[in-house]
């Protein structure tokens, strides 16, 4: 039974430690301008609704702002009381000239 026990607690801290590694080594690559491969690792996160804003920077990075709209909508859907997301999604849509969205971003994080 004691075995059973290590074991188990042994895997548990190993999935854990893989899990920050992940979102270190995504990190780093960010950092370093591998942003394709930063993605691919920021996909790979058990929880991706803690890396969606992550992800939508390293897509504005290499210039695709269709999947950054719809990552920093997914992240901000996942995490309403996030305030500075929703800042930089107002921010993202001013400098993509959704202006609309973007006021309507603004005024409803100034009313909060």
Known sequence: MNRFILILLIT??????????????ADSLFIYGKYSKAIAQYKAYNN???V?????????AIGNYD?????YEKGVEANPENTL??????????????????S?????????
């Open 12 to 25: 548990v801290i190993f999935k854990t430690e893989a899990q920050t590694s992940v979102l270190n080594i």
């Open 104 to 112: 309507e971003v603004f005024n409803n994080l100034v009313w909060l």
């Open 85 to 102: 997301l929703k800042y930089d999604y107002g921010k993202f849509l001013y400098r993509t000239k959704n202006f609309k969205k973007a």
């Open 67 to 71: 999947e950054a709209l719809i990552n």
């Open 52 to 60: 969606y804003h992550k992800i939508a920077k390293a897509y504005i």
């Open 48 to 50: 991706p609704s803690r």
